[in-house]
């Protein structure tokens, strides 16, 4: 089902994925505003996005964040995947999240 390595983020299947604890969020408007405290930064989230945040509120394996989406959302596995992998890879970019392995 998923390879032993996700090579498009280099993340184990197993690995946590976490928010990074100095973030703040809040809602403005249709959007989740996120600062993190650390480097100063602020991101803006969709609604998909804010719902890809509240689930990683608890640490929680790639493949049980998807699964999660894919309950909500009607879309296709591959297409979830390398959306939510995308999202993922940006914020842990930015310091918003953590991966724990």
Do not use: H, T
Request: with cysteine; glycine share 6%; net charge negative.
């Amino acid at each position: 089902m998923f390879p032993r390595k996700m090579q498009w983020m280099n993340i184990e299947p197993d690995a946590l994925i976490a928010q990074a604890p100095d973030c703040l969020a809040a809602d403005m408007d249709e959007e989740l505003v996120i600062m993190i405290a650390g480097r100063g930064k602020y991101l803006a989230l969709d609604p998909v996005g804010r719902e890809i945040w509240s689930r990683i509120a608890e640490p929680c394996s790639f493949p049980a964040l998807c699964d999660r989406l894919q309950e909500v959302y009607a879309g296709d596995r591959a297409v979830i995947e390398a959306d939510v992998a995308a999202l993922i890879g940006q914020l842990q970019e930015a310091g918003a999240v953590e991966i724990r392995r």
